[in-house]
């Protein structure tokens, strides 16, 4: 069965630097997405992608946080200047059709940031 | 936006049945799923409601009632593997989004 990939499966980071994870999703699917989950808190929406631009943001996706599909199969999370709160597994996600359907969206597995 | 309710754990026995309750404030009501995430791992899709009823999945049913706010999940014949958070998310699109948002999840446990 097709699958999310996310890469790296742990990031650790110092405060203040870059860091970029990276999400290969299911290749037919349309529509992208970034959660984040702070250890022991409830997951929480980031942001969606479709058609190469956001569609839809949280007020968590700050200027700190960009989005990119370089390519025709990565989709990548930036955060410019990591802070000790970013530290979280963010959780890539993607689905064939329109959020607004009721096609459920596929996670990744995971990538676990760890600021220092 | 929503306000989700879940009870924070629950602990059942091996084969026996097992209910978890959500309960939602949206002014936009427009579906509700439930995921199941074992611990370091990703969420899995289990179950999708929008119109009020139940919906049944091998071992898994979901049941929603949309004029009380109230879903539950309904888990038989529990098996050890089932032990995992179960997370409930809804979708509100009174304020134009689409994405549904998560509750905190229930941790369940599984005991022999």
């Known amino acids: 069965e097709p699958e999310v990939t996310q890469t790296p499966s742990h990031q650790v980071t110092q405060m203040g630097q870059e860091v970029i994870l990276r999400c290969v999703p299911i290749?037919?699917?349309?529509?992208f997405y970034w959660y984040r989950q702070i250890l022991g808190q409830k997951v929480e929406f980031l942001v969606s992608?479709?058609?190469?631009?956001?569609?839809?943001k949280s007020e968590i996706f700050d200027d700190q946080f960009s989005v990119e599909r370089p390519d025709g199969s990565n989709f990548t999370l930036k955060i410019r200047s990591t802070k000790l709160e970013d530290s979280a597994m963010y959780f890539c996600?993607?689905?064939?059709?329109?959020?607004?359907?009721?096609?459920?969206?596929?996670f990744g597995d995971g990538t676990r940031l760890s600021i220092l | 936006g929503q306000n989700i309710d879940q009870p924070t754990e629950m602990t059942a026995t091996e084969g026996a049945i097992v209910q978890i309750n959500c309960t939602y404030q949206?002014?936009?009501?427009?579906?509700l799923f439930w995921y199941q995430q074992h611990a370091g791992e990703a969420p899995t899709f289990l179950s999708y409601?929008?119109?009020?009823g139940l919906e049944e999945k091998g071992r898994f049913s979901s049941f929603l009632s949309r004029s009380k706010g109230y879903s539950y999940l309904l888990l038989k014949e529990l098996q050890m593997k089932d032990s995992a958070s179960y997370l409930c998310?809804?979708?509100?699109?009174?304020?134009?989004?689409?994405?549904?948002?998560f509750g905190r999840g229930t941790s369940l446990i599984v005991h022999p």
């Open positions: 996600a993607s689905s064939e059709e329109h959020p607004y359907s009721n096609q459920p969206q596929h």
């Open positions: 290749s037919n699917h349309l529509y």
């Open positions: 992608f479709y058609n190469n631009e956001i569609s839809e």
């Open positions: 949206t002014s936009g009501f427009n579906g």
């Open positions: 409601n929008v119109l009020d």
């Open positions: 998310a809804v979708r509100d699109a009174s304020g134009g989004s689409y994405i549904p948002t």
